[in-house]
């Protein structure tokens, strides 16, 4: 557990080079070099955009540590109605 929560951590802070926010860039690669597994369309770009604009919720164009563990959330919430069998529709 506490261990996850480091590589959350720095999973964000070596994507975002240590600052506080993740610019498109950043995101996407991020999202497609840690996400592919869990996550459908991280080949498109423009899915990968759309998705970043709806973890915006300052609408400042970057994705900060917060708006990033809003996503986290959104996966660990999925994965765990997978697991469970909720009938829930994730997507
Ligand atoms: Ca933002």
């Known amino acids: 557990m506490e261990s996850a929560i480091q590589t ?19 995101f996407q690669k991020m999202v497609q070099k840690q996400l592919g597994g869990l996550m459908e369309d991280t080949n498109s770009s423009s899915a990968i955009k759309e998705m970043q604009q709806g973890l915006d919720v300052n609408n400042d164009g970057k994705v900060s540590f917060q708006e990033y563990l809003s996503l986290i959330g959104y996966l ?9 069998g909720s009938s829930a529709d994730a997507s």
């Open 8 to 26: 959350l951590v720095t999973t964000f802070l070596s994507s975002s080079r240590g600052k506080e926010n993740l610019d498109g860039k950043s």
């Open 76 to 84: 660990a919430n999925s994965l765990s109605q997978s697991k469970t």
